[in-house]
């Protein structure tokens, strides 16, 4: 009878520790990872956001069931993607968030955090020619923020995205900073109160609305 248990205890050891141990890798790669994303401001240099996208790519091929690695590598693109240099090379790194997106959006469907991240992705698709393309993408910006706020009213990012783009949009077309204030200052409001399902969870936008905030005093 000790034998057999013993014989057990080491088969459950056996199909345990690898995982136990995949597990560990994953958390201290995507630690790593986010550490340097944190790290990151306006100034830093394209290569090097490149870079932290790579390394969350590394991390999603390993990863194949994690929808996180994808999410961040998109947003990672997204950033890429209002900083490159001309339209084409802007709509280059959209089109990789956009795999992100519906790679992690297979993983976990009506995900609140992908919701936000496919109003970003538009929003920067805006961006690069807002008078020829605010028909196409704004639409699908507004729908993205809509869906994240029924799937989690909680979450302060989609107040967030709408704030800002608010802020940065003329008055005459709805925008403006009275109008972007009381988004902005329910954003603030809900990062009062929110937290982030685990260390890993997406938690940015606090800092972006900061500056923003300061106009509504």
Request: charged fraction near 20%; glycine fraction near 6%; include cysteine.
């Amino acid at each position: 009878m000790k034998t057999l248990i013993v014989s057990l205890v080491a088969a459950l050891m056996g199909v345990v520790s690898p995982v136990m141990a995949q597990s560990e890798q994953y958390t201290q790669a995507m630690t790593a990872a986010l550490n340097t994303l944190k790290g990151q401001n306006m100034k830093t240099p394209p290569a090097e956001m490149l870079a932290a996208a790579n390394g969350f790519e590394r991390i999603a091929s390993v990863e194949t069931k994690e929808w996180l690695p994808r999410y961040y590598a998109g947003l990672e693109y997204v950033f890429l993607g209002f900083m490159g240099k001309d339209a084409a090379e802007k709509d280059a790194y959209l089109d990789k968030a956009d795999a992100h997106l519906k790679a992690a959006d297979a993983i976990s469907p009506d995900n609140d955090e992908l919701a936000v991240l496919r109003a970003y992705i538009a929003q920067a698709r805006m961006v690069v020619d807002p008078m020829a393309r605010w028909q196409q993408y704004g639409p699908q910006f507004q729908a993205g923020i809509e869906k994240a706020k029924s799937l989690n009213p909680d979450n302060p990012r989609p107040y967030v995205l709408e704030g800002s783009s608010l802020m940065y949009t003329p008055e005459q077309f709805g925008g403006g900073t009275a109008t972007a204030c009381p988004v902005l200052k329910k954003a603030a409001e809900k990062f009062a109160t929110f937290k982030p399902k685990s260390d890993l969870s997406p938690n940015w936008g606090q800092a972006q609305i900061a500056p923003m905030l300061e106009k509504c005093k």
